[in-house]
């Protein structure tokens, strides 16, 4: 008798036990549901130094999608929450697995300099990336219907001869990767920061201008990231250009708030 009573008490544990399982995978679900109704923002260059303030800014808002080239040093560099894409701009067959879903893409993509202007892989020129490379970025955002794309350029980029255009004609290339952004259909905005600082950011008064026509002057990578965050949904940085670059004279850039009223669309 006492076996009996053993084994139906067994049994009874045996019929609660999926009941029990299936309540914790629905919760499990619903946790995955929740984030799975963010937003998915695909993110190029994110294991650069302006990378890295863009992730930050994006917060828990969205789903994050990084495309790189390296899948193992990203793993190491950046945080587990990033969903890892390998790609290369410079081949547009690699492009289209990372673009599929994402709604928003923010890229800092750009041909690298080290020591005096020397490129640090001869392959990775202004012209295949920061003019193909984002041409490439830009037909596979059309393709995958993507509702917003913000690409990081430079300040001055219609202005030849200086410095920085020395330097494997970058400012040329740089201006025509904007203009296959432009031409694309994509919506965009286009930012084009002064000199890159890592200083701290929301320290520095910041103008926010028009024109490409302000002096040289540098501009701090977190208060740019920032900018490119809320670019992707204020209806008022659609199809805009823009400058930023530090001002004493201008009030530092908020944590939210407005940054695009008064600016105007680009000209088809």
Same mark, same amino acid.
């Given at each position: 008798?006492?076996?009996?009573?053993?084994?139906?008490?067994?049994?009874?544990?045996?019929?609660?036990?999926?009941?029990?399982?299936?309540?914790?995978?629905?919760?499990?679900?619903?946790?995955?549901?929740?984030?799975?109704?963010?937003?998915?923002?695909?993110?190029?260059?994110?294991?650069?130094?302006? #990378?890295?303030?863009? @992730?930050?800014?994006? =917060?828990?808002? *969205?789903? !994050?999608?990084?495309?790189?080239?390296?899948? /193992?040093? +990203?793993?190491?560099?950046?945080?587990?929450?990033?969903?890892?894409?390998?790609?290369?701009?410079?081949?547009?067959?690699?492009?289209?697995?990372?673009?599929?879903?994402?709604?928003?893409?923010?890229?800092?993509?750009?041909?690298?300099?080290?020591?005096?202007?020397?490129?640090?892989?001869?392959?990775?020129?202004?012209?295949?990336?920061?003019?193909?490379?984002?041409?490439?970025?830009?037909?596979?955002?059309?393709?995958?219907?993507?509702?917003?794309?913000?690409?990081?350029?430079?300040?001055?980029?219609?202005?030849?001869?200086?410095?920085?255009?020395?330097?494997?004609?970058?400012?040329?290339?740089?201006?025509? #990767?904007?203009?296959? @952004?432009?031409?694309? =259909?994509?919506? *965009?905005? !286009?930012?084009?920061?002064?000199?890159?600082? /890592?200083? +701290?950011?929301?320290?520095?008064?910041?103008?926010?201008?028009?024109?490409?026509?302000?002096?040289?002057?540098?501009?701090?990578?977190?208060?740019?990231?920032?900018?490119?965050?809320?670019?992707?949904?204020?209806?008022?940085?659609?199809?805009?250009?823009?400058?930023?670059?530090?001002?004493?004279?201008?009030?530092?850039?908020?944590?939210?708030?407005?940054?695009?009223?008064?600016?105007?669309?680009?000209?088809?």
């Amino acid at each position: 008798m006492r076996i009996q009573t053993q084994t139906a008490a067994a049994l009874a544990a045996l019929v609660t036990l999926p009941w029990f399982l299936m309540g914790c995978a629905q919760t499990t679900t619903a946790g995955d549901s929740s984030a799975s109704e963010l937003p998915v923002v695909l993110v190029i260059g994110a294991t650069g130094r302006t #990378g890295g303030p863009i @992730l930050a800014a994006l =917060g828990d808002d *969205y789903r !994050i999608r990084a495309l790189v080239r390296d899948l /193992d040093r +990203a793993r190491a560099q950046l945080p587990a929450t990033v969903t890892l894409f390998r790609g290369d701009v410079r081949q547009p067959e690699t492009l289209a697995s990372a673009f599929e879903g994402t709604q928003f893409v923010v890229s800092a993509v750009g041909a690298r300099f080290v020591g005096q202007g020397e490129l640090d892989d001869p392959m990775n020129t202004p012209e295949l990336v920061d003019y193909e490379g984002v041409k490439h970025l830009a037909g596979a955002a059309r393709t995958a219907g993507v509702k917003h794309f913000v690409l990081v350029s430079a300040m001055g980029v219609t202005r030849s001869g200086g410095s920085h255009d020395r330097m494997a004609n970058i400012m040329h290339w740089k201006l025509k #990767g904007e203009n296959a @952004l432009r031409t694309s =259909g994509v919506p *965009y905005t !286009i930012v084009r920061p002064g000199g890159l600082t /890592d200083e +701290a950011g929301g320290t520095f008064g910041t103008l926010v201008a028009q024109g490409d026509n302000q002096g040289p002057g540098q501009t701090n990578r977190i208060d740019v990231a920032r900018i490119c965050v809320r670019a992707l949904t204020d209806p008022a940085a659609r199809n805009v250009t823009l400058e930023v670059v530090k001002d004493a004279s201008q009030p530092v850039v908020p944590s939210d708030g407005d940054v695009f009223s008064g600016l105007k669309a680009d000209v088809p």
